[in-house]
Protein backbone atom coordinates (compact mmCIF):
# COMPACT_ATOMS: atom_id res chain seq x y z
CA UNK A 1 0.00 0.00 0.00
CA UNK A 2 1.21 3.55 -0.96
CA UNK A 3 1.02 6.99 1.42
CA UNK A 4 -0.80 9.51 0.03
CA UNK A 5 1.09 12.53 -1.68
CA UNK A 6 1.87 15.66 0.50
CA UNK A 7 -0.60 18.04 -0.38
CA UNK A 8 0.43 21.81 -0.59
CA UNK A 9 0.92 23.61 3.28
CA UNK A 10 -0.35 27.10 3.74
CA UNK A 11 0.27 28.96 6.80
CA UNK A 12 3.77 28.64 7.14
CA UNK A 13 4.50 32.24 7.81
CA UNK A 14 2.07 32.04 11.44
CA UNK A 15 3.99 29.01 12.60
CA UNK A 16 7.08 30.01 14.73
CA UNK A 17 8.73 26.61 13.63
CA UNK A 18 8.41 27.65 9.94
CA UNK A 19 10.19 30.93 11.06
CA UNK A 20 13.03 29.41 13.23
CA UNK A 21 13.93 27.41 10.17
CA UNK A 22 13.98 30.06 7.51
CA UNK A 23 17.77 30.46 9.97
CA UNK A 24 18.91 27.26 8.04
CA UNK A 25 20.90 26.96 5.11
CA UNK A 26 19.02 26.66 2.42
CA UNK A 27 19.41 23.00 1.61
CA UNK A 28 18.79 21.88 5.47
CA UNK A 29 16.10 24.51 4.96
CA UNK A 30 14.32 22.62 2.14
CA UNK A 31 14.54 19.43 4.26
CA UNK A 32 13.02 20.93 7.06
CA UNK A 33 10.23 23.01 5.61
CA UNK A 34 9.60 19.47 3.73
CA UNK A 35 9.24 17.60 7.27
CA UNK A 36 7.53 20.62 8.51
CA UNK A 37 4.95 19.86 5.54
CA UNK A 38 4.24 16.78 6.78
CA UNK A 39 3.66 17.42 10.09
CA UNK A 40 1.26 19.87 9.37
CA UNK A 41 -0.60 17.44 6.58
CA UNK A 42 -0.83 14.94 9.45
CA UNK A 43 -1.96 17.76 11.51
CA UNK A 44 -4.06 19.27 9.30
CA UNK A 45 -6.00 15.31 8.77
CA UNK A 46 -6.73 15.38 12.65
CA UNK A 47 -8.76 18.64 12.66
CA UNK A 48 -10.20 18.71 9.78
CA UNK A 49 -14.28 19.52 10.72
CA UNK A 50 -15.31 18.04 6.90
CA UNK A 51 -14.14 14.82 7.55
CA UNK A 52 -15.67 12.18 9.74
CA UNK A 53 -13.81 10.31 12.80
CA UNK A 54 -13.52 7.17 10.96
CA UNK A 55 -12.53 8.74 7.76
CA UNK A 56 -9.71 10.79 10.21
CA UNK A 57 -8.66 7.79 11.52
CA UNK A 58 -8.36 5.51 7.89
CA UNK A 59 -6.27 8.58 6.35
CA UNK A 60 -3.72 8.02 9.20
CA UNK A 61 -3.68 4.19 9.84
CA UNK A 62 -2.67 4.55 6.18
CA UNK A 63 0.69 6.14 6.67
CA UNK A 64 1.09 3.92 9.51
CA UNK A 65 0.59 0.43 7.38
CA UNK A 66 1.90 1.77 3.83
CA UNK A 67 5.08 0.34 2.96
CA UNK A 68 5.85 2.93 0.35
CA UNK A 69 6.19 6.46 1.56
CA UNK A 70 5.72 9.67 -1.22
CA UNK A 71 9.30 9.57 -2.79
CA UNK A 72 10.24 13.25 -1.31
CA UNK A 73 9.77 11.78 2.08
CA UNK A 74 11.39 8.65 1.34
CA UNK A 75 14.53 10.45 0.31
CA UNK A 76 14.76 12.33 2.68
CA UNK A 77 14.66 9.53 5.39
CA UNK A 78 17.83 8.34 3.86
CA UNK A 79 19.74 11.68 3.17
CA UNK A 80 19.48 12.08 7.01
CA UNK A 81 19.49 8.40 8.29
CA UNK A 82 16.03 9.14 10.25
CA UNK A 83 14.54 6.45 11.74
CA UNK A 84 10.56 6.17 9.70
CA UNK A 85 8.86 5.19 13.33
CA UNK A 86 9.94 8.97 14.84
CA UNK A 87 7.52 10.01 11.75
CA UNK A 88 5.26 7.30 12.39
CA UNK A 89 5.01 8.55 15.80
CA UNK A 90 3.87 11.61 14.87
CA UNK A 91 1.29 10.09 13.08
CA UNK A 92 0.13 8.12 16.18
CA UNK A 93 0.34 11.38 18.23
CA UNK A 94 -2.21 13.44 15.84
CA UNK A 95 -4.20 10.54 16.02
CA UNK A 96 -4.60 10.96 19.73
CA UNK A 97 -6.36 14.43 18.71
CA UNK A 98 -9.09 13.19 16.67
CA UNK A 99 -11.72 12.83 19.48
CA UNK A 100 -11.59 15.03 22.73
CA UNK A 101 -9.69 12.61 25.55
CA UNK A 102 -8.46 13.31 28.66
CA UNK A 103 -5.44 12.55 30.29
CA UNK A 104 -5.47 11.17 33.36
CA UNK A 105 -1.85 10.96 34.84
CA UNK A 106 1.38 13.24 33.93
CA UNK A 107 2.74 10.09 32.68
CA UNK A 108 0.20 10.01 30.06
CA UNK A 109 0.53 13.05 28.63
CA UNK A 110 4.24 13.03 28.97
CA UNK A 111 3.53 9.94 26.06
CA UNK A 112 2.10 11.95 24.21
CA UNK A 113 3.95 15.20 24.43
CA UNK A 114 7.00 12.78 22.85
CA UNK A 115 5.26 11.79 19.91
CA UNK A 116 4.09 15.49 18.75
CA UNK A 117 6.85 17.41 19.84
CA UNK A 118 9.84 15.32 20.87
CA UNK A 119 9.76 13.01 17.89
CA UNK A 120 9.75 16.36 16.47
CA UNK A 121 12.67 17.16 17.09
CA UNK A 122 14.85 14.42 17.14
CA UNK A 123 13.79 14.41 13.09
CA UNK A 124 14.59 17.78 13.18
CA UNK A 125 18.49 17.64 15.21
CA UNK A 126 19.36 15.11 12.21
CA UNK A 127 18.15 17.53 9.48
CA UNK A 128 19.93 20.27 11.27
CA UNK A 129 23.14 17.98 10.81
CA UNK A 130 23.84 17.36 14.88
CA UNK A 131 26.11 15.07 15.14
CA UNK A 132 26.62 14.62 19.32
CA UNK A 133 24.41 12.26 20.86
CA UNK A 134 23.22 15.13 23.63
CA UNK A 135 21.38 16.61 21.20
CA UNK A 136 18.62 13.80 21.29
CA UNK A 137 18.69 14.65 25.73
CA UNK A 138 18.33 18.40 24.32
CA UNK A 139 15.68 17.31 21.77
CA UNK A 140 13.50 15.46 23.97
CA UNK A 141 13.71 17.93 27.26
CA UNK A 142 13.14 21.08 24.72
CA UNK A 143 10.22 19.05 23.14
CA UNK A 144 8.18 18.53 26.15
CA UNK A 145 9.21 21.96 27.46
CA UNK A 146 7.70 23.50 24.16
CA UNK A 147 4.42 21.17 24.11
CA UNK A 148 3.70 22.40 27.86
CA UNK A 149 3.90 25.82 26.69
CA UNK A 150 1.75 25.27 23.92
CA UNK A 151 -0.57 23.18 26.17
CA UNK A 152 -0.41 26.40 28.49
CA UNK A 153 -1.39 29.08 25.91
CA UNK A 154 -4.40 26.83 24.62
CA UNK A 155 -6.16 26.30 27.35
CA UNK A 156 -8.87 28.38 26.59
CA UNK A 157 -8.62 27.88 22.91
CA UNK A 158 -8.56 23.65 23.78
CA UNK A 159 -11.87 23.79 26.17
CA UNK A 160 -13.90 25.74 23.45
CA UNK A 161 -13.50 22.32 21.17
CA UNK A 162 -14.08 19.70 24.27
CA UNK A 163 -10.81 19.49 25.52
CA UNK A 164 -8.58 19.65 27.96
CA UNK A 165 -4.74 18.38 28.10
CA UNK A 166 -3.93 19.21 31.50
CA UNK A 167 -4.11 16.28 33.28
CA UNK A 168 -6.47 14.94 35.43
CA UNK A 169 -4.30 14.20 38.73
CA UNK A 170 -2.77 18.05 38.81
CA UNK A 171 -6.93 19.46 38.51
CA UNK A 172 -8.00 17.15 41.85
CA UNK A 173 -4.27 18.38 43.15
CA UNK A 174 -5.28 21.62 42.84
CA UNK A 175 -9.26 21.49 43.10
CA UNK A 176 -10.23 22.57 39.78
CA UNK A 177 -12.88 20.59 38.03
CA UNK A 178 -13.10 19.55 34.29
CA UNK A 179 -16.26 21.87 34.09
CA UNK A 180 -14.92 24.95 35.44
CA UNK A 181 -12.26 24.68 32.37
CA UNK A 182 -14.97 23.65 29.81
CA UNK A 183 -17.19 26.17 30.89
CA UNK A 184 -14.09 29.06 30.68
CA UNK A 185 -15.11 30.14 34.84
CA UNK A 186 -11.95 29.53 36.44
CA UNK A 187 -11.70 29.29 40.15
CA UNK A 188 -9.52 29.58 42.53
CA UNK A 189 -7.14 27.23 42.18
CA UNK A 190 -6.81 27.31 38.76
CA UNK A 191 -3.85 30.06 38.88
CA UNK A 192 -1.82 27.52 41.28
CA UNK A 193 -2.50 24.81 38.66
CA UNK A 194 -1.80 27.16 35.75
CA UNK A 195 1.96 27.89 37.69
CA UNK A 196 2.53 24.19 38.35
CA UNK A 197 2.28 23.25 34.68
CA UNK A 198 4.77 26.41 33.83
CA UNK A 199 7.04 25.70 36.82
CA UNK A 200 7.41 21.49 34.70
CA UNK A 201 8.32 23.81 31.34
CA UNK A 202 10.59 25.66 32.94
CA UNK A 203 12.19 22.72 34.52
CA UNK A 204 12.56 20.79 31.14
CA UNK A 205 14.07 24.61 29.58
CA UNK A 206 15.85 24.12 32.06
CA UNK A 207 17.19 20.63 31.45
CA UNK A 208 18.07 21.35 27.19
CA UNK A 209 21.29 22.12 27.39
CA UNK A 210 22.93 22.24 23.98
CA UNK A 211 26.04 20.43 23.44
CA UNK A 212 28.57 22.82 22.55
CA UNK A 213 29.79 20.79 19.13
CA UNK A 214 26.24 21.36 17.92
CA UNK A 215 25.74 24.48 19.25
CA UNK A 216 25.47 26.47 15.59
CA UNK A 217 23.64 23.60 14.10
CA UNK A 218 20.77 23.72 17.29
CA UNK A 219 20.02 27.22 16.37
CA UNK A 220 16.88 27.21 14.78
CA UNK A 221 16.24 24.98 17.98
CA UNK A 222 17.47 27.73 20.15
CA UNK A 223 15.77 30.29 18.30
CA UNK A 224 12.29 27.86 18.84
CA UNK A 225 13.45 27.82 22.45
CA UNK A 226 13.76 31.59 23.51
CA UNK A 227 10.92 32.70 21.52
CA UNK A 228 8.32 30.12 23.34
CA UNK A 229 10.56 31.20 27.26
CA UNK A 230 9.00 34.93 26.05
CA UNK A 231 5.33 33.53 25.82
CA UNK A 232 5.63 31.44 28.96
CA UNK A 233 7.18 34.22 31.12
CA UNK A 234 4.18 36.67 29.41
CA UNK A 235 1.94 34.04 30.49
CA UNK A 236 3.11 34.04 34.00
CA UNK A 237 2.83 37.78 34.32
CA UNK A 238 -0.55 38.44 32.86
CA UNK A 239 -1.76 35.63 35.46
CA UNK A 240 -2.78 33.02 32.50
CA UNK A 241 -5.63 35.57 30.67
CA UNK A 242 -6.07 31.78 28.47
CA UNK A 243 -9.71 32.45 28.65
CA UNK A 244 -9.71 36.48 27.00
CA UNK A 245 -7.45 35.71 24.33
CA UNK A 246 -4.45 33.47 22.92
CA UNK A 247 -0.98 34.87 23.70
CA UNK A 248 0.87 35.54 20.74
CA UNK A 249 4.46 37.20 19.73
CA UNK A 250 4.66 39.73 17.26
CA UNK A 251 6.69 39.60 13.98
CA UNK A 252 9.09 42.21 14.95
CA UNK A 253 9.63 40.50 18.77
CA UNK A 254 10.34 37.21 17.21
CA UNK A 255 13.14 39.09 14.93
CA UNK A 256 14.59 40.44 17.63
CA UNK A 257 14.94 36.88 19.35
CA UNK A 258 16.24 35.16 16.89
CA UNK A 259 18.86 38.09 15.77
CA UNK A 260 19.70 38.05 19.67
CA UNK A 261 19.81 34.22 19.80
CA UNK A 262 21.95 34.10 16.65
CA UNK A 263 24.35 36.28 18.10
CA UNK A 264 24.94 34.00 21.31
CA UNK A 265 28.17 31.99 21.37
CA UNK A 266 28.73 28.51 23.00
CA UNK A 267 29.35 28.43 27.30
Not at 3 to 23: C, D, K
Not at 42 to 69: F, P, Q, V
Not at 238 to 258: G, H, I, S, W, Y
Request: with cysteine.
Amino acid sequence: MKAPELPPTNGLASSHLAFALFWLPSERRRDALLFYRFCRAIDDIADDSNRTTNEKHRLLDAWLECDEWPSDLESLLQRHSIDRGLLQAVVRGCSMDIEPRRYSTFAELEDYCWCVACAVGLVSIRIFGCTNPASETYAVHLGHALQWTNILRDVGEDASQGRIYLPLEALDRYGVTVNEILEQRPGKGFLALMRNGAARARSRFAAAEAPKSDFSALLPARIMRAVYEKMLHRLERDRFPVFQFRCRLNTLEKLTLAARTSLERSP
